[in-house]
């Protein structure tokens, strides 16, 4: 009743504390029997684990070597190979063992007569040492019939596979002496340990036959001695396979709980200063002050006071970026507005010179030569117009993820030169240039597997950039292999005017152009660059340029090397030859465009063809069944009604054998690529070119003649 009496009396502070003091001496007694209990059950658990491990291996182990022991027993009573260890014959070891040398799963296989003399070998690149097999061996073998060892070589340890060669009536080789030896011998190395280790689930390495193999607690290790012919320690293969139901963190566990049962006493006031007290110090000094080192050690609290840290964090972080994105905005308003103007500028360029010379073409008193050379400006103006109009889709097209690579097979020894052949021609003869192939001493034989469309344009819109910038001196480009990295390296390298290391920072950003002296007839958005680095990016590779201002720059990229594995048969080119001229035939236009229309019928009727119009799809199918002379058509695939793609497959269905030729204002390979895959015979793009719809035009007649010829 006293003690009773006594622990009432107690205040809260000492109540908690006794509590806290008894509790922990029952919990640290019930740690001390579990500890020992885990101890017990650790070592029990480990042995049986090792015990069933270390069968596990050697059983493992002896599969292993099943395959190639049951290969060199069924390949040893063969008699052709009996009868070539008295032929010798260098050919038949050739078409029959050579050529089978990766089915024997071997990296060296060789055959010895009785008198221990080589016959013949072969090896795998793997090993270089030759006729490693001791002599001594073989006539252990010539009365055990079969042997297995190991044997260590410069290489490495080889296992190795003896036999002795019997005819096939001698199945157990018991009845006929031996007609030689066959060996089959595997190098191991690391594939050798890992397909070990896949199938018994271990880390397989390979150490000295002394090796003395230590306990560790969180792995289970089994090592198997590799022993030769006289039944001596070559080597031992460590097998070492983590011990899953380690014990080690359990006793750590238990001997932390008691230590912090018997502590709880002084880290409860400890801690409740620091988890409660301390955060709220420091949520006091952040709200003050902002201070970011306060705002890091609210952070490292833990719960909600952690969880407040990181929203004063982003909080901050917000607001910095908030300013960022300020500055960011005034940039783009910057950079925008010089864009619209350097946009107004280039369009106007052009269109001043179409609508200038245009009007100058009214005058009747103009000669033929001036005339010519109006149209001539009127015709590269409107090309400048459209290659400003194609960059700006492209580059939307790029941003939109629209555009996909079309990977196929590419000679790139012949890409190369035709470039070089297209690009030639196109120099301007008031420049002072040397146009050439860099030499490439190891040139690729087989096709790649990129998009030669970007390819190609990659390379065009970095020569082009090139020739802009060069007035004398040299252009050059090619490409080399680096097989360490598998990668195509291209360069293009030319002595123009280079580039300050200002400009070379942002080259590839779009919309930025190369300004300064002797700069200024130079044109364009400042698109290309970005375009072709966003090409390159696309095929995998990579762009990048060095320069030196006078002295003329390199711009170089690299793209995968991969190369074709599909085999195509290969189609004869088709030769083009417009020896003829085809006339009188009747071609149906559809185009809901009058302009467009008028220009098609003009350029058509140039070659004595008769032209008929259909101003929708829907008319288009009409005219095509009730005119039965109608020998081709020009489908535009955008028009009312039925579009283009539509009215292309009911006349199809009409007429199969009717040819029909796509025209439309895209102008992207996707686009191009769909037309033709839906079936179109081919497909011209606007603006219309006059000698391309004159080819086209013959190409199309001609083979219709053959075809009615036929």
């Given amino acids: 009743m006293c003690s009773m009496k006594r622990l009432i009396n107690l205040n809260t502070y000492s109540k908690l504390l006794l509590l806290i003091i008894s509790t922990s001496i029952f919990f640290f007694l019930i740690y001390i029997s579990l500890y020992l209990y885990t101890v ?143 060996f089959i011998a595997r190098l191991l190395d690391e594939s050798f340990f890992n397909a070990l280790g896949n199938i018994s689930s271990s880390k397989v390495n390979l150490v000295s036959s002394d090796y ?20 001596g320690a070559v080597a031992k293969l460590l097998f070492k396979r983590p011990f899953n139901l380690n014990y080690t963190n359990t006793k750590e566990i238990l001997f932390i709980v008691v230590l912090v049962s018997l502590i709880n006493i002084f880290v409860y006031v400890y801690y409740t200063k620091r988890w409660v007290y301390n955060p709220l110090k420091l949520i006091k000094s952040i709200l ?84 010519l050379e109006y149209l001539k400006i009127i015709k590269n103006s409107g090309g400048n117009l459209v290659s400003i109009i194609e960059d700006l889709i492209e580059m939307s097209k790029i941003d939109a993820n629209q555009i996909m690579p079309n990977y196929k097979g590419l000679d790139i020894e012949k890409c190369i030169i035709e470039l070089y052949d ?45 020739l802009k910038f060069t007035d004398r001196g040299f252009v050059a480009f090619g490409y080399s292999i680096n097989k360490e990295k598998e990668v195509l390296e291209f360069k293009i390298e030319d002595s123009g005017m280079g580039i300050s290391e200002n400009y070379l920072k942002m080259i590839f950003d779009r919309f930025r152009r190369i300004e300064g002296d002797g700069s200024s007839e130079l044109s364009g958005l400042g698109l290309g660059l970005s375009i ?14 060095s320069s030196t201002i006078g002295l003329g720059s390199v711009f170089s990229f690299t793209i995968p090397l991969k190369l074709d594995q599909t085999f195509k048969a290969i189609k004869p ?55 039965p002379n109608i020998s081709l058509v020009f489908m535009d695939i955008k028009m009312p009604v039925l579009d283009g793609y539509q009215a292309y497959e009911k006349i199809k ?48 007649f001609k083979e219709l003649n053959k075809t009615q010829d036929a």
Avoid at 44 to 58: A, G, I, M, P
Avoid at 532 to 545: D, H, N, P, S
Avoid at 669 to 676: A, I, N, P, Q
């Fill in 573 to 627: 080119k088709k030769v083009k030859s417009f020896f003829r001229n085809y006339e009188n035939e009747i071609i149906l236009v559809a185009e809901d465009d009058t302009i467009n229309f008028l220009l098609l019928k003009k350029i058509i009727e140039l070659k004595n063809h008769t032209v008929l119009r259909a101003k929708n799809g829907q008319e288009a199918i009409a005219i095509c069944t009730e005119n």
């Fill in 288 to 371: 003050e002050t902002g201070n970011m080192s306060s705002i890091n050690s609210l952070k490292r609290s833990q719960g909600e006071f952690g969880y407040i840290g990181n929203l004063f964090e982003e909080n901050s972080n917000q607001r910095k970026q908030l300013e960022i994105s300020k500055q960011k905005a005034e940039e783009s308003d910057t950079l925008k507005s010089s864009f619209l103007a350097n946009l107004s500028h280039e369009i106007r360029t052009p269109m001043n010179a179409i609508m200038g010379f245009s009007d100058l073409l009214h005058d009747t008193n103009l000669e033929e030569k001036e005339r």
């Fill in 40 to 182: 017990q059950e650790e070592r029990h658990f480990y042995k049986t684990t090792y015990n069933q491990y270390d069968k596990e291996v050697k059983s493992l182990f002896r599969l292993n070597s099943k395959t190639a022991t049951a290969t060199i027993i069924d390949v040893t009573y063969w008699d052709e190979l009996v009868n070539f260890t008295k032929t010798k014959d260098k050919k038949w070891f050739d078409k029959y063992i050579l050529s089978q040398f990766e089915s024997y799963e071997a990296d060296y296989i060789c055959i010895y007569g009785l008198d221990q003399k080589i016959i013949n070998k072969t090896a795998s690149s793997k090993i270089k040492s030759l006729d490693f097999i001791p002599k001594e061996m073989m006539s252990a073998l010539y009365k055990s019939k079969l042997e297995r060892f190991y044997i260590k070589i410069p290489e490495g340890v080889v296992e190795v596979f003896g036999a002795t060669i019997h005819p096939s009536n001698d199945p157990k080789k018991n009845k006929t002496k031996p007609s030689g030896y066959f």
């Fill in 422 to 466: 297209s690009i030639k021609v196109t120099i301007p003869k008031d420049k002072e240039i040397q146009f050439y192939i860099l030499e490439n001493p190891e040139k690729l034989q087989e096709n790649i597997l990129t998009d030669e469309t970007k390819l190609k344009q990659i390379i065009v819109n970095l020569i082009t950039n090139a």
């Fill in 212 to 231: 003395a193999i230590a306990n560790e607690d969180d792995f289970v290790i089994v090592g198997i001695d590799l022993k030769d012919w006289k039944n």
């Fill in 532 to 545: 072709t680095k966003a090409y390159v990016e696309m095929l995998g590779g990579e762009i990048k340029v």
């Fill in 653 to 700: 269905i009409i007429r199969p054998e009717l040819p029909v030729i796509a025209q439309t204002a895209y102008s992207s390979f996707e686009e191009k690529e769909k037309m033709m895959q839906f079936g179109f015979m081919d497909c011209i793009t606007k603006p219309l070119d006059k000698e391309k719809v004159f080819e086209m035009l013959d190409t199309v």
